[in-house]
């Protein structure tokens, strides 16, 4: 297992492969498009997806900051969610059904108050009921992450749900 | 075990009991200050705080809702982190500093698009360094859950963090 | 919702109304005798099943104890893990290939070394492909619990995984 | 935020360089001796320790094996429990106090009921409180990770808890 940080690499690397050949594997733009449309409201920017991964960033102003000048807990779940669910969009096509189902987060450190805030999913299984994935969320320019989730998303079933 | 239940009860009623004596406590007038001063633009209503639990009522408006007219999961998670903390400053007083330090929420069905979400904590511990609760999350007026969450509060000590 | 307890109490019973009258729920004696000839090794004991909950035993010896008289973490994971997969059972019957999703295990307080682990289960919700349930874990006879769990289990499909 | 993956590896190895000066740092022998000395019915095998990370390999036989040839949940969560115990008794040394305060696991492909599991684990920070980790388990061999954990470490502090 010396080589576990490659390995584990080669994995995700795989599991894309895998996805690739599923015809309805969705574009960055096209997921860009969905979401304008179906969340006009949210303020998240798609900076890559595909891979089995996305990276996601977040503006940070006022509405974003709670007292003491750090960034507010629901912003990071925000983030986390969008994060995993772009990374899945990426690998089964635009499903508006897929649902979270579940989503656990550890808040590491204080994030800057005049950072955007970046969340870099990597999904560790896409299956054809779940997918299971990984978010770590950083203040923009920082190398220690501020907060870790990690979520399953429920895929439905055609006619299912 | 038969009356686990009633036992739960009796648990948090004695944690509750046990908290009481600590001079500093916070009461709901001073919760809601507080968080009316601290955040702002919080939608969060205090409907309930003491006996180590509390109950937080968040309106449903365009603003909250995501295609297909269910109210969106960074909603829900706000509600449970905020009804978290209330119940834990209802404990321990107000201590801004106090942070979430991690949460984990399953959603388990559709909120209604036309009705509050409302979140009920109970904490299960109250310890020196650690605060454990879970919250129901219910679209209001129903009985059946609209999620559950499950989180832990850091408590900074005097002088330390 | 200021009877939310009593709500939440309503909520189980009318998920295990709903579900007694699919035809293949799991009686007490079955899951016995099931988990008797799939874990033989297991020393988790049911003792009660039925109405979308479970409640299981293990006694607790020099096996399960760590160093300073408490009991393993992983004890209690068992024992978490167990009631659920028992929970479920009682809802849909014997499903071997149900599985584990996923789990988050909170420990609260120590457990007396002398006492067996009592797990209470109660399901929050059985879908069509995933059941999620919360259990709350005691040394027998004390009343508050010594580590909360919640977690999901995934519910193949005829012919599916 | 292209070179995530880099930048993740040099935060671990930056904790790592930042907790090497603090005294009373635990070598891979020390853990060994403790671990055998505290559990001795454990199976756990320390691979490797240090850099805020963890390699350990439990056996698989007959008692770690459920119906259908696969290995049971409890194993692989009691592998995750041991490579963060052993991962943060590298970074904090011999704390027999220290203790699990949560611990998040997913289930993510069967595991081969004739290999190892090994588990990875990466501490992402170690605070004065608090440490969290999370663990990749494996089965021996393969490079698709069978199961994962993220997982609370509570530090108790001289005189505390």
Redesign the interface.
């Known amino acids: 297992?010396r080589a576990?940080?490659a390995?584990?690499?080669?994995?995700f690397t795989?599991?894309a492969a895998v996805r690739r050949v599923r015809a309805h594997m969705a574009t960055k733009t096209e997921i860009i498009e969905f979401l304008a449309a179906?969340?006009p409201?949210s303020k998240c920017v798609v900076?890559e997806v595909g891979n089995a991964s996305a990276?996601i960033r977040h503006p940070v102003g006022v509405?974003e900051l709670?007292?003491?000048g750090t960034v507010s807990?629901?912003v990071l779940?925000?983030v986390a969610?969008v994060a995993l669910y772009v990374a899945v969009l990426g690998e089964i096509g635009i499903v508006?059904?897929a649902?979270?189902?579940?989503?656990?987060?550890?808040?590491?450190?204080k994030p800057s108050p005049d950072k955007s805030i970046?969340g870099?999913c990597r999904l560790?299984?896409v299956g054809?009921?779940?997918a299971?994935g990984?978010v770590?969320l950083?203040s923009?320019g920082s190398?220690?992450?501020v907060a870790?989730a990690?979520g399953?998303y429920?895929i439905p079933r055609a006619g299912?749900?």
Chains 1, 2, 3, 4 share one sequence.
């Open positions: 297992m576990a940080g390995d584990m690499l080669c994995s795989r599991i179906a969340f409201q900076e990276t509405a709670r007292p003491g807990g629901p779940m925000t969610d508006p059904l649902v979270t189902s579940n989503l656990t987060i550890n808040f590491l450190r970046v870099v560790m299984k054809k009921a779940l299971v990984e770590a950083y923009e190398a220690e992450p870790h990690v399953t429920s299912a749900r």
